[in-house]
DNA sequence: AATCGGGTCAACCGCAGAACA
DNA sequence: CTGTTCTGCGGTTGACCCGAT
């Protein structure tokens, strides 16, 4: 499948969809020697694949651990409100769904859910391939780029453009928001209001937890400028949803409004930590926690926490 | 029954950041 | 500090499936 190979291109390779005696060569090895070292697994494992594939395979489809199976309506709606506060970082969004892949996500995302809000959001500029073309699917962004079309994928709302590439981030600075200070700046953290490019902020997001397609795209002045007060990296939610609240003590005072969890990254930093004089509610009220289940709790204080601090 | 078109999903690509030498 | 390698990510592709005609 796909396009000529490239990183995979050594003659002799195997390449498109993998058989049973591939896939049990691979788990076969995985399981005795581990993951890691991709490169040279396919030639230790004795596969005619490139490593790349390898992983691939593994991760996506040979991990004792990926739930097969319809994506469930609570996942659905999990999957939609993460979409809103990261955009396009699949990986992240898996990470908060146990058992489901980042291919898995996007791809459902970009069958089902995308086209729903896509239709709710701008029926107008929902485009098609022409008829012509081999994929009736929606017109890829690049394509639209320019174009003055609303890209298909990774928008919500009045043109705001996701940014699609996710990045790492080694350092997480935890506030508990906006809160209402008489010059908007948060002194204690240094952050000061800033405007966001358009395309990083789409952290749209109507604050219910129904999926109910016909509200996104319709708040903007509201949660859409739920980053751009701040001048922080967005990246600050890719962090935020690694860590597990539950094992956070602190996170239950409900008194204060400042709160403080600062890890840089750097050896001699001490781990994240917590101002137990005045941390920010994240508890997660009951409705919520019955809407999610408790496969997604460690998601629910995010949600939560989201709707407080907007 | 054959053909066509749209939808789905596994797999590939290129890129970027992290890790290492 | 710099260059190279490894790993992981998101975007894209195309084979396959299925329903409609």
Avoid at 61 to 78: A, F, M, Q, V, W
Wanted: net charge negative; proline share 6%.
């Amino acid at each position: 499948m796909g396009r000529n190979p490239a990183a995979c291109s050594k003659e002799g390779l195997n390449r498109g969809a993998w058989t049973a005696t591939e896939d049990n060569i691979l788990t076969a090895y995985i399981t005795m020697h581990g993951q890691g070292k991709w490169r040279d697994l396919p030639k230790r494992a004795g596969l005619k694949r490139c490593g790349k594939s390898c992983r691939l395979r593994w991760l996506n489809y040979l991990r004792p651990d990926i739930k097969r199976g319809n994506i469930s309506n609570d996942e659905e709606e999990l999957i939609i409100r993460l979409h809103r506060l990261l955009g396009n970082r699949w990986s992240l969004i898996a990470g908060r769904l146990p058992g489901r892949t980042d291919n898995e996500i996007k791809n459902y995302w970009n069958t089902n859910i995308g086209k729903k809000v896509q239709a709710h959001s701008n029926p107008t500029a929902f485009k098609r391939r022409p008829s012509n073309q081999a994929q009736g699917n929606l017109i890829p962004a690049k394509e639209l780029a320019g174009s003055g079309a609303a890209p298909p994928k990774a928008i919500i709302g009045s043109g705001n453009v996701i940014r699609t590439k996710a990045t790492r981030c080694t350092k997480v600075v935890l506030t508990s928001g906006p809160q209402d200070q008489s010059d908007g700046h948060d002194h204690q953290l240094g952050i000061k209001p800033r405007v966001l490019e358009p395309s990083s902020s789409t952290l749209l997001g109507d604050h219910d937890s129904s999926a109910d397609f016909s509200k996104i795209n319709l708040e903007e002045n509201n949660s859409s400028n739920f980053l751009e007060d701040f001048e922080m990296d967005e990246n600050f939610f890719s962090d935020f949803l690694d860590i597990d609240f539950s094992q956070l003590p602190c996170f239950e005072n409900n008194e204060g409004t400042d709160s403080i969890i600062t890890n840089t990254g750097d050896k001699d930093e001490p781990s994240p930590t917590c101002n137990h004089q005045s941390t920010t509610t994240l508890l997660v009220p009951e409705e919520d926690q019955t809407i999610h289940g408790s496969d997604f709790q460690p998601m629910a204080p995010l949600t939560e926490s989201e709707l407080d601090w907007i």
